[in-house]
C-alpha cells in the first residue's frame, strides 16, 4: 500500500503540477490528497495491528525460547 500511494502521489502529483503550470488549473490535484490519505491510511492501519499482535507475538516468542531451552538440554 505504501507503494501504491507513493506511485499515486510521484505521477498523478507530477502529471496535475504540470498541467497546472502549463493550463493554470488541474482536475488532478485531488490526486495528491487522495494518495495522502492512503499512506496515512496504511501507517495508521498497521500501527493498530501492530499493537493488536503484541501479546500474541510475546507469548509465541516465549514458546519459542522454551523450545529452544529443552532441545539444548537434551544436548
Request: charged share 15%; glycine share 10%.
Amino acid at each position: 500500500m505504501y507503494g501504491l500511494s507513493g506511485a499515486l502521489l510521484l505521477t498523478l502529483g507530477s502529471y496535475a503540477l504540470s498541467e497546472y503550470i502549463v493550463n493554470g488549473e488541474s482536475h488532478w490535484v485531488w490526486s495528491v490528497p487522495v494518495a495522502l490519505c492512503i499512506g496515512i491510511g496504511t501507517y495508521i492501519a498497521t500501527r493498530i495491528g501492530q499493537n493488536l499482535a503484541k501479546e500474541h507475538l510475546h507469548v509465541l516468542n516465549d514458546f519459542v525460547d522454551d523450545l529452544f531451552q529443552e532441545v539444548e538440554f537434551y544436548e
